[in-house]
């Protein structure tokens, strides 16, 4: 599954989009220099979201949208369009539009 794809998903889980996660957990006192396991327990607490899911909005969360080009442009089931994560909403990924 791709990065962008657990943000999807966590989406429609949720009903959040990963800017508002980012918005949450920042009222909650979580960003750049906050240690995983704090975001996590409150992503399972609060959303029942699963370690996977739950690294997915760790990095949003701590490293902003940008990730590594790895698996960008690649086949495999990893793969990620761009190595920019969008983050308010898949209905308005422009990615996603056909």
């Known amino acids: ?25 920042s ?14 327990e409150w ?5 029942d979201l699963s370690r996977g899911y739950g690294m997915a909005l760790v990095h949003v969360i701590t490293k902003g949208p940008q ?4 698996h960008v442009g690649s086949d495999g089931a990893h793969a990620d369009a761009s190595d920019t994560l969008w983050l308010d909403g898949k209905a ?7």
């Open 67 to 70: 990730i590594s080009d790895k």
């Open 92 to 98: 308005s990924n422009p990615a996603s539009a056909g």
């Open 1 to 25: 599954m791709s990065f962008q794809a657990y943000l999807d998903n966590i989406e429609t889980k949720t009903g959040l989009t990963p800017r508002q996660f980012i918005e949450l957990a």
């Open 27 to 40: 009222g909650k006192g979580f960003g750049p220099d906050t240690k995983a396991a704090p975001i996590l």
């Open 43 to 47: 992503l399972k607490a609060d959303y």
